[in-house]
């Protein structure tokens, strides 16, 4: 599955803002999806995780609480809706994608299998 990521941009501490990606070239709805991010010098790591259907969610520690995902797949997208943006959340986020089972969400960056240009986000006074 082919994956695109948009919606990043700058943005001031304290603010919201929406990244999606959009897949296409397989059932999109027959992948676990998520997204994670990987900030200057740092490791790429896990940001958050959707079911296939949307069943279950999860989430790092350090957004849950302030990120939410959710998916379409009559839309073959996926979304990060991000509140309470914090200095420290800076960083290109990644879209993936990875085979699993039904129900199951996919909690490690070494699970997916596709992975998507990421989007950078900055927060930033």
């Known amino acids: 599955v082919q994956l695109q990521a948009s919606g990043g941009g700058w943005v001031q501490p304290g603010d919201s803002l929406r990244v999606s990606c959009v897949g296409s070239g397989r059932t999109f709805s027959d992948y676990g999806m998520g997204w994670s991010r990987q900030a200057p010098g740092k490791e790429r790591e896990f940001v958050s995780g959707?079911?296939?259907?949307?069943?279950?969610?999860a989430y790092a520690d350090s957004v849950k609480g302030r990120f939410t995902i959710s998916r379409d797949n009559a839309k073959n997208t996926l979304f990060l809706q991000m509140r309470n943006l914090k200095p420290e959340d800076t960083a290109v986020y990644y879209c993936a994608a990875g085979v699993t089972v039904t129900g199951a969400i996919l909690t490690a960056t070494r699970q997916y299998g596709s992975w998507g240009k990421g989007t950078q986000v900055t927060v930033s006074s």
């Open positions: 959707i079911s296939r259907a949307a069943t279950r969610t």
